[in-house]
């Protein structure tokens, strides 16, 4: 057998060596015929290249199939057909796929894959081993799936008939067994694998005394001897040698069995049971085996493969609309967007006792309710008519619905795990098993989910209910490598807390001490610096250097051509081990990206890092993950907390995060080392730590040698600890939570604090929540809104129920129950389903994110509601008072989460942080411009006034410090002040209200008058209302309880304002936060009233509104109409020096606020901002208030012009201080009006179009500026001029802000000097002498050298003037450099500059002329000077005007310097009126004038609208080299004309149009004969 081996291997021919052979029997060569070349014949999109050794799949990107080769000729024995996987790509799900068929490829009819192969195939696949395309081994040899480019994978068949599989030169064992004697090697370039190359073969190295391998088919073994060997290596995967990383097999079981024997017997006679229970309909292969492969080692017959060990699969008998693929391994529902049910499907055969059927969600959609459904059933798939949806059999079945379990469709187990199927998502896992002692188990993700059901029927089948958003499954068969180690990881997890890992672990091995990043990390990561670093490489050939070698985990293939700006995801690391209780795991951020969206996550999970499948990001994980994003905290996925603490988002590199895990199960994280408050409760020990490299973030390091911060104290009532910045914040420790059960679409997370309803998009009801116990007499039981969505119509209602949670059988909708329920819904009171009333004081539907609502029964069995703080009255009575009640709250509609605000009884219910001054507060200073009030005279005999009345102090004692306004409070008028001084001593707070008792009547001087009383409450002689604490009084007596935030929690740099609403309401401002109305009905005529009591010692006065002035003395406010064209020509200067003098400058104690946008840097004492990073992140906000009339102006430092649009100007009215900025400024949605382009825009919206000039043409240099109107009208300032309007009745206070977008980097807050605002230049001479008026005509002034204007880079219409001017050929010594003197007089440049910077011209703008030369603008012309001129002459007192020409002339003129003969202009020579019958005659082009004649004639006019007319200036059509469109152009001369030598005169062209009206029609030519009476000045264009 080895000559004829030899023989047909072509190469070896006989004993001897052979040309392609190594020598001895066989021919093992590798010349042709020797295995080492591919055959010809291949797959459809297959190319073969390097003497047919090299195969590629053409199109990877487009195609995962098509890929199939074969070997050249048949394998010979004992020879290894090897090949080399050269090339992967992600695009797919698996990968390649090896063996050997008995089909000839000569004759063979290709199938799109390997597993198509029929008539004697043998193929590894992932794990699995087919044969004709069914499985035959689920478990074998490593997962091909998971090589990488460069690994090698062989194929050989033994002497004996034995297929083996060879990864990596190591023997994987038999595949199969009863291989014919004439196979081929068969390679599949499947999914990832793109391209491989043939090896030269290998001899085969099988164990000099191998153990006998069981025949696995067509000759299958006694089935107790499969199990015996299943049963061995289940018990294997237990026993982990320490020298190894990770086990190499795992248990197929979920039992750990000790015993042999039981598990063996516990297979057979489940195989018993089965084959008495299918009897005739068990698919069991009857017919003869092919030929050649039907005899065992003996000869005799083998027998039949049982039905047990197929593989399994969907039965083909499904629901209606079910779509079976993939050989019945995927089922797919068919219209998803038509039927929601009919997509019930089966497995093929009843499930063995621990054997786990587990399924792959491969499709969503969303539009349904609901979900997939998963169970077990009794029913035989051959004989069950399918039903619409499994639910509806009454019989034999148990399925999970959403979180529930539901048996015979009924439901038995309503809160069976913490996931629900309704949440899952695309790629999520769910599996079931029955175990051998009858108990059901589900699993999700790998996670066993517990105990279903205990008592489960011996013979069940597995059964999907593709229903609702459930389009399409895929059966698992655990093929995938990683998918295995996952599930398996959290099987050990379940049988020992400590896990079985750990327990294999020998007890001398220690835990390592330091904290290192786990080698298995995310696709895009990498993990260097033995450990300590992770990163998003960004090294490579086009990146970088190359790191040093060592210093680089994992595969170098994959990091060479990767960077952190070409992917945001996929950098997911996590710690080695698990954290210790109180250990800090802490990671510095060492590079940062600015191409993305988004920054580092940092967080926790109880997955073990060695057998976790990495999703692309951490948040996308379901279970056992607690993530720190942004500001928020999101639980597997979901968010529990919206605004925790410091936004990640904004961190730079350098900056530090952290996080730890305490004792007593909360978790907390730390930036720069300062803890951010509890973020989860109840987290499980052994956790591993998780950062992700996510958007900005590209590398971190481990920081060393973290001390954890002590735990804050508990509070009183158990542990209620929460962030100061979580919503669930509150002076008080109640104990009052969210009861575990509640609606089926209800979460409840954040330790019973947060419920939200799931699936808000598709679900809007089924989400009740009620509290965990009743409620006392006169308990407050308060929530806060924090999600809703725009959806659905309704919103939240809430009230109380008498009936207990154990008892209730949650509705829809709490308004469906008909008893004991007192409900709210929009503005209706309901009780017991039933409307009692409408009208109540407060519309629930109308409440928006962050309102307040509150429900309390009073000792009297009344129910009140409070909205933000804010009794709304009794909305009913008769509630029995001595029943217990239960706070209830049905997330409804557009209700999404809510969280409970622990507001009880008379505690504080803000939802906000304390008022002391953190690292985002700044204290605002008083107005440099005068405080807007002061203190009367006439105080407490404790208190002594300073600084002109403006600030108070408390002497001595803590109480007579009663201190007044000076005058009555109008409406809307703001009184505030700031705490400047507080004394710990005392307990109390700061009183403040409002009075009818005048100052006055108590007596002046300090002293106190009689009768004036120590502290506020006692303030009873007039009416008097005031807010202590968070009570509200009037005349002494309590109204009402939880009003806004409590006034004892003021700090230093705490503001506190009062305001008489017009609706006659008072209203109490803390930090510039209206907390809503306190009292209502207060009378028209009362005074500010403050009372220095406890420890608030010194206040000062810092109204941001002005001081009264007598009405004389009030400046009027600046009108924005311009009036006429000759009124802003005549008197546009005089006109503006008006106006600015009626605008007071702010004070040079302006500065930039630290709290800005991550890329800004504050420099110059905070009054120069420069982003200095990206083009985004650039907002910063004036630290002072707009105060009407005062001018805020900042200058445009630096542009860069690599990006487009520019900055951002407006005004926002919330408290900017602890505002967390946006991206950009159009993204604040809130209190915001902006500038931007030439747009306004109001929260995001566009408001107005086309105001004033475009702020993103802006050039460096330009000041812009910002004021309030004594109306409150937002003026638009650019250097100096006023655009007028910009937005009315803007809202007071608002503070200026400026978003450095785009080209513009650097501002600078500017203080205008003196005249500044008039738009007249320094070096501008403004005066005019009676000399400069010639026959009463008032000139035009050319004046000495106008300002610089720096080029309009943007302005689209300059620049097609300047490509039609180089259309032109006119040489560019004749211009001026092109940043000189370049000006546009479009709309948008002109009002850019304040209107025109050259008064003398008369408007040239209005018709579009464009001065100049070669670049945005057009530069002057360099003048051709008469040499015995000096040039300060000409440019004295010369007189401007403007000389139409055409195309033809241009080059003629300004070869000659001046206008004259020659010119081939239509003015330049024709009779001078008044002279008829005297004229020129235009010399001919190439003769010379008459010696003694005198010169031509020259037109010109000082109206540019005349001297462009058609007739005088001749249109030409040319075509626009950028676009390709043809438009008309006109050209002209400015000139400069020397008084005295011209005579004016009526117009003489035709004209279609009226005359300027700025000029006087007598006098609208000018005709000069003179020579060298005009300087040619500026080229004009103007483009239609």
């Not at 919206?642 to 909360?666: F, I, M, P, Q, S």
């Amino acid at each position: 057998m080895a000559a004829g081996s030899g023989g047909s291997g072509g190469s070896g021919g006989g004993p001897g060596p052979g040309p392609g052979g190594g020598g001895g029997p066989g021919g093992s060569g590798a010349g042709p015929g020797s295995g080492g070349e591919l055959h010809p014949r291949t797959g459809r999109l297959v190319s073969l290249s390097a003497c047919g050794r090299t195969a590629r799949r053409q199109q990877p990107g487009q195609e995962f199939n098509h890929g199939l080769v074969l070997s050249r000729e048949p394998l010979r024995d004992g020879r290894v057909f090897t090949v080399r996987i050269d090339r992967k790509v992600n695009s797919w799900s698996g990968s390649i796929e090896i063996g050997v068929t008995a089909l000839d490829p000569s004759v063979l009819d290709f199938p799109s894959s390997a597993t198509g192969l029929k008539g004697g195939s043998w193929v590894v696949s992932g794990c699995s081993v087919l044969r004709d395309g069914r499985s035959v081994l689920e478990e074998y040899g490593q997962d091909l799936d998971q090589l990488g480019e460069g690994d090698r994978v062989g194929v050989e068949r033994t002497v004996a008939g034995e297929l083996r599989l060879w990864v990596n030169g190591r023997d994987c064992g038999v595949a199969a067994t009863g291989l014919p004697a004439r196979v081929w090697a068969v390679v599949d370039l499947y999914g990832k694998c793109t391209q491989i190359t043939v090896l030269p073969p290998e001899p085969g190295f099988s164990p000099p005394a191998p153990i006998p391998t069981p025949p696995l088919e067509p000759s299958a073994p006694p089935e107790d001897s499969t199990l015996t060997e299943q049963a061995t290596s289940g018990d294997e995967a237990f026993m982990v040698s320490p020298a190894q990383p990770r086990p190499e097999t795992f248990p197929n079981s979920l039992e750990s069995h000790n015993d042999f024997a039981s598990m063996e017997l516990s297979e057979v006679v489940g195989n018993a049971i089965l084959s008495a229970y299918n009897g005739g309909l068990l698919n069991v292969n009857l017919s003869s085996p092919p030929a050649g492969e039907g005899l065992g080692s003996g000869g005799a017959a083998t027998s039949p493969i049982l039905t047990s060990n197929d593989a399994l699969l969907f039965h083909e008998k499904c629901g209606t609309l079910i779509k079976l693929s993939n050989n019945n391994k995927t089922a797919e529902r068919r219209r998803p967007l038509d039927e929601f049910n009919n997509g019930v499907v089966m497995t093929n055969r009843p499930l063995r006792d621990n054997e786990m059927f587990e399924i792959r969600i491969d499709k969503l959609v969303d539009k349904w309710s609901g979900s997939i459904e998963i169970g077990v059933t009794t029913h035989n798939p051959n004989n069950l008519e399918y039903p619409a949806t499994m639910t509806n059999l009454q019989s034999g079945t148990i399925m999970m619905s959403g979180c529930g379990i539901l048996t015979n469709g009924k439901g038995t187990r309503r809160e069976y795990c913490e996931f629900s199927l309704d949440e899952l998502q695309e790629g999520d896992h769910i599996g079931l098993t029955r175990k051998s002692n009858s108990a059901l188990h589900f699993f999700i993700n790998g996670i066993d989910q517990g105990v279903a059901t205990p008592l489960t029927p011996p013979v069940v089948y597995g059964v999907v209910d593709l229903y609702g958003m459930a389009v399409k499954v895929t059966i698992v068969h655990n093929n995938n490598h990683s998918d295995r180690l996952r599930r398996n990881n959290a099987i050990l997890r379940a049988l020992s807390p400590e896990g079985a890992l750990r327990r294999a672990t020998p007890a001398t091995q220690a835990e390592p001490e330091r904290l290192l990043f786990h080698p298995n990390c995310g696709q895009k990561a990498a993990i260097t610096h033995e450990g300590r670093t992770a990163l998003r490489p960004q090294y490579g050939p086009w990146c970088g250097e190359k790191p040093a070698a060592g210093t680089l985990t994992g595969s170098e293939e994959g990091w060479r051509s990767r960077s952190a700006t070409d992917d945001f995801n996929h950098g997911v690391v996590l710690s080695s081990r698990a954290l210790r209780d109180g250990e800090v795991f802490q990671v510095r951020i060492d590079k940062m990206v600015d191409k993305w969206a988004g920054s580092i996550e940092i967080g926790v999970t109880t997955h073990n890092p060695a057998y976790l499948q990495l999703p692309s990001t951490m948040t996308n994980l379901r279970s056992g993950t607690w993530m720190m994003t942004g500001n928020g905290v999101m639980h597997n996925g979901t968010t529990i907390l919206d605004e925790y603490g410091h936004n990640l988002d904004r961190l730079k590199a350098g900056d530090t995060v952290g996080v730890v895990r305490r004792e007593d199960g909360t978790l907390h994280f730390f930036v720069n080392g300062m803890t951010q408050g509890p973020a989860a409760w109840n987290v499980p020990p052994g956790v591993y730590a998780v950062v992700d490299l996510y958007g900005q973030a590209a590398q971190a390091t481990i920081v060393d040698d973290v001390e954890v911060p002590p735990a804050p104290e508990p509070l009183s009532e158990g542990n209620n600890q929460v962030s100061p910045s979580s919503p669930s914040s509150g002076a008080g420790g109640s104990d009052l939570r969210f009861h575990q059960l509640h609606g089926s679409n209800a979460v409840i997370t954040n330790g019973g604090r947060t419920a939200l309803r799931h699936n808000c998009r598709s679900e809007f009801n089924d989400a009740i929540v009620i509290s965990n116990r009743a409620l006392r007499d006169g308990e407050l039981f308060e929530i806060v809104i924090q999600k809703m969505v725009d959806r659905w119509s309704g919103s939240i209602e809430a009230g109380v129920t008498a009936i207990r949670p154990e008892d209730l059988e949650f509705p829809n909708t709490m308004t469906d129950i008909d008893y004991d329920t007192w409900m709210l819904s929009g503005t209706a009171i309901m009780q017991d389903g039933n409307t009692m009333r409408n009208n109540y004081g407060c519309d629930l539907d109308a409440l928006g994110t962050g309102a307040r609502i509150g429900m309390m029964r009073t000792a009297k069995g009344d129910l009140h509601y409070f909205i933000n703080g804010q009794d709304q009255g009794a909305a009913c009575s008769g509630l029995p008072p001595g029943k217990e009640v239960y706070a209830v709250v049905d997330l409804y509609g557009q209700c999404v989460q809510v969280s409970i605000t622990n507001a009880t009884g008379p505690m504080d219910n803000s939802l906000a942080t304390s008022n002391t001054a953190t690292e985002k507060s700044f204290p605002l200073h008083s107005p440099a411009a005068g405080v807007a009030h002061r203190f009367h005279s006439t105080c407490g005999k404790n208190v002594a006034l300073e600084e002109d009345g403006t600030r108070a102090v408390r002497a001595v004692g803590y109480a007579h410090g009663l201190v007044f306004s000076t005058k009555e409070l109008k409406t809307e008028e703001v009184f505030e002040v700031k705490v400047e001084e507080l004394d710990e001593k005392w307990a109390g707070s700061l009183r403040l209200g409002l009075t009818t008792l005048a100052p006055g009547e108590m007596g002046p001087g300090a002293g106190g008058g009689p009768g004036l009383p120590p502290s506020l409450p006692e303030l009873r002689t007039k009416t008097t209302w005031m807010v202590s604490s968070c009570e509200v009084r009037r005349d002494g007596q309590l109204q009402r309880m939880n009003y806004g935030r409590s006034l004892e929690r003021l700090g230093v740099g705490s503001r506190v304002g009062i305001r008489r609403g017009a609706d006659d309401t008072m209203h109490i401002l803390v930090d510039g936060e209206d907390m809503g109305p306190a009292a209502t009905g207060i009378a028209k005529n009362v005074w500010a009233v403050l009372d220095l009591y406890g420890p608030v010692r010194s206040v000062s006065v810092v109204s941001s509104t002005r001081l009264e002035e007598p009405e004389g003395t009030q400046p009027p406010s600046p009108s924005s109409d311009t009036g006429s064209e000759a009124e802003e020509d005549d008197d546009g200067e005089e006109h503006s020096l008006r106006g600015q003098s009626q605008v007071a400058m702010m004070s040079t104690s302006l500065e930039f606020l630290e709290n800005h946008g991550k890329n800004i840097l504050l420099s110059n004492g905070n009054r120069t901002a420069t982003r200095v990073a990206s083009y985004n992140q650039g907002i910063v906000v004036i630290n002072q208030p707009l105060v009407p009339q005062l001018l805020v102006q900042v200058r445009i430092d630096f542009l860069n012009r690599q990006w487009t649009s520019s900055l951002v100007l407006g005004v926002i009215t919330c408290p900017p201080e602890r505002l967390n900025f946006p991206a950009s400024a159009c993204a604040l949605k809130r209190a915001a009006w902006l500038l931007r382009g030439r747009g306004i825009f109001h929260n995001g919206l566009k408001i107005c179009e086309k105001f004033g000039p475009n702020l993103d043409t802006c050039p460096e240099g330009t000041i812009l500026g910002l004021r309030l109107d004594s109306s409150g009208g937002l003026h638009l300032h650019v250097n100096g001029m006023d655009q007028g309007v910009a937005v009315s009745d803007v809202p007071q206070p608002c503070h200026a802000l400026v978003d450095l977008y785009g080209q513009c980097e650097q501002v600078t807050i500017v203080s205008p000097e003196p005249g500044a605002a008039s738009g007249k230049s320094a070096g501008t001479q403004g005066d005019m002498e009676k000399a400069d008026m010639v026959d009463g005509i008032k000139e035009s002034v050319c004046w000495g050298p106008l300002p610089a204007a720096s080029p309009l880079k943007s302005c689209e219409y300059h620049a097609l003037c300047s490509r039609f001017q180089e259309l032109l050929l006119l040489p560019e010594d004749y211009f001026m450099p092109p940043p000189k003197r370049s000006l546009c007089y479009c709309e948008s440049c002109r009002k850019l500059r304040g209107g025109s910077q050259e008064g003398a011209w008369k408007k040239p703008q209005n018709l579009y002329w464009s001065r100049g030369g070669s670049l945005s603008s057009l530069p002057g012309l360099h003048p051709r000077v008469n040499p015995r001129l000096e040039a300060g002459t000409m440019t004295k007192k010369w007189h401007m005007a403007y000389h139409g020409s055409n195309v033809a002339a241009i080059r003629r003129v300004l070869d000659r310097g001046e206008l004259g003969a020659g010119t081939a202009s239509i003015l330049s020579c024709r009779p001078l009126k008044g002279k008829p019958g005297v004229g020129f005659e235009e010399p001919g082009e190439n003769c010379a004038p008459p010696r003694e004649e005198q010169p031509p004639s020259v037109l010109l006019s000082p109206s540019l609208q005349y001297a462009g007319a058609e007739t005088l200036a001749s249109k030409v059509q040319f075509r626009d080299p950028k676009s390709q469109r043809t438009h008309q152009a006109q050209v002209a001369f400015q000139v400069c004309v020397r008084p005295g030598s011209y005579t004016p005169g009526p117009p003489s062209a035709t004209l279609r149009e009226p005359p300027d009206p700025h000029f006087s029609p007598a006098e609208l030519e000018w005709i000069t004969k003179e020579k060298g009476a005009t300087l040619l000045y500026a080229l004009l264009v103007r483009v239609e």
